[in-house]
């Protein structure tokens, strides 16, 4: 394959490339330079679009794209509580294929070439991610408490024999939900797996205030502090939040060659604003941008999860200065790192050919002033011409190529029902 002059834009070193072609050889970008001649008939004209490299989603709850819009206005206690846990009782497993299936549609509608997924059933996830092209790190998530926890832990480790290794599009992560609802020898018990199966840790911690006093009651330490001790903080942990984390967290997490995956959404979402962002910034903390799941977080979208953390990052210091740009364009690609078995993320020779083309000729992007800045702050989904993962095309013209988009709605649209059920009891409890 080869896109044919071309403007190239790199969000690692902010840079843009005028009128380049870019040579694709399997899944790999094997040369990027001008007037390369290509006798495969399979060229794309790039001269009305930005290409750039695939956006990066470090944590989500793929599938929870089921439930999306059904915890509206509500706090966070009883987001978990009178809504969440109980209409989780109701997954079953056929249904993560049919909401992974659609979270990955709206993911790579928008962009979004590899996702951190941590949720239930990933056998059925892994199916999804397989069948639409996607790049996908998978977690089944974990309790270590709660009816039927010990099946549960079953499944997950034979998912892991089974898969790990399979396909080197599709990774494995060990996924304990939290320090909140996983006992501490259970949290032990998943160091020790990590360290045996060379897998690293996706974990929810520090996410609210009522989570860190939990903790410093009951142990005497922030949920990063005690994690760390556990052994749970080490390089490439990913971090699911970290919204309230203080600065001698930040500095163990930095310390420890570990990645907080951020979601400003969800968290504003239930009024709650944080510097965290700033501080892990300044402390030169790993930090990529996530969407956490559309039930709190309502889109997929990078590009929008960008723009609101930037926002987010500003009004929480009251300062107009800081956030900049030049600062966090890179964070929308910066979870490649984490796949470390690849080079992903950049639009570079010998990278995998992860690449989205972007419109030139939108109304969002135009007077082209500062390409950068309309990236963060104007962009817009309906921009995204096409899309491109493992070198392959997964979307085209704006429309998916791996996805039947009528019949999955429809699927989608039974299994709510079944998934709204309400019951007596949540499937756990938070906040006490």
């Known amino acids: 394959m080869l896109i044919k002059n071309t403007t190239i834009i790199n969000f690692e070193d902010l840079s843009v490339k005028e009128n380049y072609d870019i040579l694709i050889d399997n899944n790999k970008i094997k040369k990027i330079g001008k007037n390369i001649e290509n006798k495969d008939e399979n060229v ?4 009305n679009f930005y290409t750039m490299p695939g956006l990066i989603n470090t944590h989500s709850h793929v599938a929870m794209t089921l439930i999306r819009g059904s915890a509206e206005d509500v706090n966070s206690d009883d987001w978990f509580n009178k809504y969440i846990w109980i209409y989780e009782k109701n997954l079953k497993p056929e249904f993560v294929y049919f909401g992974t299936l659609l979270g990955v549609a709206e993911m790579l509608l928008s962009g979004v070439t590899t996702v951190f997924d941590h949720y239930f059933y990933m056998d059925e ?5 397989d069948e639409s092209g996607i790049r996908a790190d998978l977690s089944w998530t974990l309790f270590g408490v709660g009816e039927g926890e010990e099946e549960n832990f079953k499944n997950a480790m034979n998912f892991i024999e089974r898969y790990n290794g399979l396909n080197e599009r599709l990774t494995i992560s060990l996924g304990p939900h939290s320090p909140y609802v996983c006992p501490e020898e259970f949290l032990k018990k998943f160091k020790k797996l990590s360290d045996d199966l060379k897998l690293k840790i996706h974990i929810h911690a520090s996410e609210m205030e009522w989570q860190v006093e939990k903790s410093l009651k009951e142990h005497g330490k922030t949920p990063i502090k005690y994690l760390y001790d556990l ?3 080490k390089e490439n942990t990913i971090i699911a939040h970290a919204y309230k984390a ?17 979601a400003a959404k969800t968290f504003m979402k239930f009024g709650d604003l944080s510097d965290i962002l700033i501080r892990a910034l300044k402390e030169r903390v790993r930090v990529g941008f996530a969407t956490d799941g559309v039930v709190s977080n309502n889109t997929l ?6 723009r609101i953390a930037a926002l987010n990052a500003k009004v929480s210091k009251g300062d107009a200065e800081i956030a900049k740009i030049e600062e966090l364009v890179p964070l929308f690609t910066s979870g490649g790192i984490l796949l470390n078995h690849l080079s992903v993320g950049e639009i570079k020779e010998g990278f995998v050919a992860d690449i989205i083309l972007v419109n030139k000729n939108s109304p969002s992007l135009n007077p082209k002033i500062n390409i950068f800045a309309n990236l963060l702050y104007s962009v817009s989904e309906r921009d995204i011409d096409t899309v491109i993962v493992d070198g392959k095309v997964v979307v085209r013209n704006g429309k998916l190529l791996t996805i039947d988009l009528s019949y999955l709605l429809k699927e989608i649209n039974n299994i709510k029902d079944t998934m709204l059920k309400r019951s007596d009891t949540p499937m756990q409890k938070f906040g006490e």
């Open 44 to 47: 794309i004209q790039g001269e």
């Open 125 to 129: 996830a892994y199916k999804a991610y």
């Open 231 to 233: 052994g749970v903080i």
């Open 246 to 262: 203080n600065d001698d967290d930040l500095k163990i997490i930095k310390n420890e060659n570990s990645f907080i995956a951020h």
């Open 301 to 306: 979208s990078i590009f929008e999860s960008g």
